[in-house]
C-alpha cells in the first residue's frame, strides 16, 4: 500500500523551513526520500534504515519513528534549489513502494 | 556513455501497437527497475529484475513484459498498447537490493494514441 505523504504541496520564501511527512499503514523497515526537478529522474537524497539514525544531508535531514511508522524531511534555511517534487519510498525486501509527492516551490 | 540510459527518450504509439522501451546500465548493477509515473500516483514499480534471467512483478504488471538476458540491459515491452499505458516510464538500478540507492534513468515519455 502507498505511503501518505504530507503536505500534498507547500511554497515557501527562500530562508523558511519545511517539514514534510511520510506514514505507512505498514511496518517500516526503511524509508527512502527522494527529489524531483520537473521533466528531470529522481535523485536521491537518503535512506533511514530501522533502528539507524537520523540522517543528514547538508540543511536537509530526516527522522525515522519506527512506532508511528512514518519518517519527517526537514528542509532548514530552504533555497530556490530546493524547489521539486519530494517523495518519499518505504522499503519492503527488493521493493520500493513511493508515496504520491510533495510538491515543494521556494520563491526570491 | 557511463551510467544509466533509456532509449528513446520520446515514444508516439497507436492503440494495440508493440513498443518496446530500452534500458541500459554500465556499472553492473544487479538491481534494475522499471516504474511508470503518473500525476497523482508517483512513482508505481512495474517489474523489477535481481540479475540476469531473474525477473519479478512489482505493483502493476499488467500488461507488460520484461526479460533481462544481460547484466547490463532490461528491455519492457507492452505487447498491445492501450492509452491507460501513456505515461512516463523510469528505468532505476542499485548495486544490491531495496535497501540501497536508486539510481534513475532520464525517462520514456510514451503517448499511446
Known amino acids: 500500500q502507498q505511503p501518505v505523504q504530507s503536505p500534498q504541496a507547500v511554497i515557501l520564501r527562500e530562508g523558511e523551513d519545511a517539514v514534510i511527512n511520510c506514514s505507512s499503514s505498514k511496518a517500516l523497515y526503511s524509508v527512502h526520500w527522494y527529489r524531483q526537478k520537473h521533466g528531470e529522474a529522481p535523485v536521491f537524497l537518503m535512506i533511514l534504515l530501522k533502528g539507524g539514525e537520523q540522517k543528514g544531508h547538508e540543511k536537509i535531514s530526516a527522522s525515522f519513528n519506527e512506532k508511528k511508522q512514518q519518517s519527517s524531511l526537514y528542509l532548514t534555511a530552504s533555497q530556490l534549489s530546493y524547489s521539486g517534487t519530494y517523495f518519499c519510498g518505504t522499503g519492503a525486501g527488493n521493493m520500493l513502494t513511493f508515496g504520491g509527492g510533495t510538491r515543494l516551490m521556494v520563491k526570491p | 556513455d557511463a551510467g544509466i540510459t533509456q532509449s528513446p527518450r520520446y515514444k508516439i504509439t497507436e492503440t494495440g501497437r508493440q513498443v518496446t522501451l530500452m534500458c541500459h546500465q554500465t556499472w553492473s548493477h544487479s538491481y534494475m527497475f522499471w516504474y511508470r509515473q503518473d500525476l497523482g500516483h508517483g512513482l508505481r514499480l512495474i517489474y523489477y529484475s535481481a540479475a540476469a534471467d531473474i525477473t519479478d512483478k512489482g505493483e502493476v504488471p499488467d500488461g507488460y513484459v520484461v526479460s533481462r538476458s544481460k547484466t547490463e540491459n532490461f528491455p519492457l515491452t507492452l505487447e498491445s498498447a492501450t492509452r491507460s499505458q501513456t505515461s512516463v516510464y523510469f528505468c532505476?538500478?542499485?548495486?544490491?537490493?531495496?535497501?540501497?540507492?536508486?539510481?534513475f534513468g532520464p525517462g520514456t515519455r510514451l503517448t499511446v494514441t
Open positions: 532505476a538500478s542499485t548495486p544490491t537490493g531495496g535497501l540501497y540507492e536508486q539510481y
